[in-house]
């Protein structure tokens, strides 16, 4: 079955950086795009952007513009969101999910990793 | 951005009885528009694509309608394992936008 692992709760210092994995397996990764989408304790869903695993382009949120990176490698099925500059409001958990469509830009998602989440504490 | 406003915020129901579930977006996304359910601690989880078509193994008690700015998620007869919050999201246009969510609670 389509399945998407995440790697696991990561714990970093203000300014520091972060770099959250998601292995997919089950479908032919290059088929489909993958969202990252991120929630605040308590809070909604907040798209973060896309990238296509077929041609590596990107669409990022303006607000994270700057301060995000989403890369794929295609030899190990997996999908990349590193975040910069990290602030305590970008304490959240992180959830990659996949396009709901075969190659196709802007997409339902379907499905969700389980999540990572991301501690931002000095 | 295309902003996705959802109403009411929280929503009390009776098991056994029917809830609906507004989501209007600040301009036309034609059919283009998602629902997900999502319990606590729990990863979210499709319901409804293309405003009306249930995902796999969606239980038909579930239905969305409507299209351009109006959309509406139908639960009949509310069963003790949909009471959860219930996120709509567009997918017209980059950026994709969520919206702030509802809260289905047992009365």
């Known amino acids: 079955q389509v399945q998407l692992v995440q790697s696991g709760a990561e714990v970093k210092k203000p300014g520091a950086s972060v770099k959250v994995s998601c292995k997919a397996s089950?479908?032919?990764?290059?088929?489909?795009?993958i969202s990252w989408v991120r929630q605040a304790p308590g809070q909604g869903l907040e798209w973060m952007g896309w990238?296509?695993?077929?041609?590596?382009?990107?669409k990022y949120a303006q607000r994270l513009q700057g301060r995000v990176t989403m890369t794929t490698d295609t030899s190990t099925r997996t999908a990349y969101m590193e975040l910069r500059s990290l602030r305590s409001d970008d304490t959240a958990m992180y959830y990659c999910?996949?396009?709901?469509?075969?190659?196709?830009?802007?997409?339902?998602?379907?499905?969700w990793g389980q999540g990572t989440l991301v501690t931002v504490s000095s | 951005e295309i902003v996705m406003t959802q109403s009411p915020a929280t929503l009390s129901v009776s098991p056994g009885e029917g809830a609906t579930l507004s989501c209007r977006a600040s301009q036309s996304v034609s059919s283009n528009l998602a629902w997900y359910q999502q319990k606590p601690g729990q990863t979210p989880r499709l319901l409804i694509y293309?405003?009306?078509t249930r995902a796999t193994g969606i239980p038909p008690r579930f239905s969305g309608s409507g299209s351009g700015t109006e959309f509406t998620l139908t639960i009949t007869s509310l069963q003790s394992e949909d009471f959860a919050v219930y996120y709509c999201q567009h997918y017209n246009s980059w950026p994709l936008t969520f919206g702030g969510g509802t809260k289905v609670e047992i009365k």
């Open positions: 999910a996949r396009d709901g469509r075969f190659i196709a830009n802007l997409n339902w998602l379907d499905p």
């Open positions: 293309g405003a009306s």
């Open positions: 089950g479908y032919t990764f290059t088929s489909y795009g």
């Open positions: 990238i296509s695993s077929y041609t590596g382009d990107t």
